[in-house]
């Protein structure tokens, strides 16, 4: 049977693997021996799902969003990944990966993080279980993510805001990955996307799939059937979209739609969209599809979103859309702020500028009225008031 699953050398089709200096050899294969006997081992289960039960607050709602479903001619239900503790996914592969490092004896975790929400989140685990933590933060992002700042050095966590390059989530994942050069012996990188050298992109899918998992049962309770006929989920690394297809990978019933960072539009150059616009290159570890130049170098990406803000791809998503799993749309700024006001007025939910990007490529579909629609809202939209207010200014 075809899969879109990664095979066991870490790559999904022609993308993925582990392209890594030879320092972080060893801390790597550690990993790809460990990962899989953890996360599949009973103790390490149960003490997730308790977690993710008392702590976090799961299952998060599927929610039938009724003035949305009238506008769009179809049944639209929300994931409702923002009513998360910390606001946002994140906080699922977080827990996941700090149970991990505790397990390898790791005594130190850093991050890197863009929209600042896998900062929080890493940094909420962190205090919660007693480590050290190192927050990699690009100061562009600092200066726009200013309260999750705050909130990560409430927590405990240092926030290293970092200077090189357009100073995003590219630069502050360089940063990280240097530091881990620096430390391989006790530290352990919590990377917050589907992206990096494998088994990076396996596990955080893995992490994440408690969203399909939830979405599969709630359907059967709001719809008598466990597929819906599409799901729409953002896209910038990838581990929400990530999280939401997982248990449907396979299922060719289950139409997947992803909602790239068009920022000002594919032809300015001032975009994220890097299904859209990138080439085949290495980037943080893993073979994907990249924004480049023709000399090979990495063009700075830009979006309104910071979390979006990559100019890489998960390899999971970049093998999805190369073999036309997923139908993927670029959303610019103006279009991404708007589906954000829409859904805040038809029901009462602000979403975050990522989540936005997913609403805005409804307008993309034609639908029929028997369809079924699964959207996740991936974060909320507290951390982007400024932004939304500031847009119309």
Avoid at 18 to 34: G, M, N, R, T
Avoid at 337 to 365: C, F, M, N, Q, W
Wanted: proline share 3%.
């Amino acid at each position: 049977m075809k899969t879109y699953q990664v095979n066991q050398d870490g790559y999904y089709g022609d993308f993925g693997g582990a392209y890594i200096p030879e320092i972080l050899h060893q801390c790597v294969k550690d990993l790809q021996d460990a990962y899989l006997k953890v996360l599949e081992s009973d103790d390490f289960k149960k003490e997730f799902a308790q977690l993710l039960k008392d702590y976090v607050g799961r299952p998060s709602p599927l929610y039938l969003a009724q003035r949305l479903s009238e506008k769009y001619g179809c049944r639209i239900y929300l994931k409702r990944e923002d009513l998360n503790h910390t606001g946002a996914h994140k906080i699922n592969n977080a827990i996941g990966q700090i149970l991990l490092a505790r397990r390898m004896g790791k005594t130190r975790i850093i991050a890197e993080t863009g929209a600042g929400q896998h900062g929080v989140a890493t940094a909420t685990v962190c205090a919660l279980m007693n480590m050290e933590c190192v927050v990699y933060m690009g100061k562009t992002d600092v200066a726009r993510q200013h309260v999750n700042v705050e909130k990560m050095k409430m927590l405990g966590a240092k926030v290293e805001a970092v200077t090189s390059g357009n100073m995003t989530l590219k630069d502050a994942t360089n940063e990280a990955i240097r530091d881990w050069c620096c430390h391989p012996e006790n530290t352990y990188y919590v990377i917050g996307s589907t992206v990096g050298p494998h088994p990076y992109p396996d596990m955080v899918a893995r992490l994440q799939s408690v969203i399909s998992e939830e979405i599969k049962k709630q359907l059967v309770e709001h719809e008598g059937r466990d597929y819906p006929d599409y799901l729409f989920a953002c896209v910038g690394g990838g581990s929400n979209a990530a999280g939401t297809i997982y248990h449907y990978i396979d299922d060719e019933r289950v139409k997947i739609v992803l909602a790239e960072a068009g920022g000002k539009g594919i032809e300015t150059g001032m975009s994220a969209a890097t299904i859209q616009l990138g080439r085949l290159g290495i980037i943080h570890g893993s073979k994907t599809l990249i924004i480049q130049d023709e000399d090979g170098q990495i063009t700075e990406p830009y979006s309104i979103s910071a979390g979006l803000d990559y100019p890489g791809i998960g390899p999971m998503h970049a093998n999805l859309a190369k073999q036309h799993r997923a139908s993927v749309f670029a959303i610019n700024d103006d279009e991404a702020v708007k589906a954000a006001y829409e859904l805040t007025r038809l029901e009462g939910i602000i979403p975050a500028l990522e989540s936005a990007h997913a609403l805005a490529a409804l307008d993309k579909v034609k639908f029929k009225p028997t369809d079924i629609v699964v959207l996740t809202v991936s974060g909320r939209g507290d951390k982007d008031i400024e932004t939304y207010l500031n847009y119309y200014k």
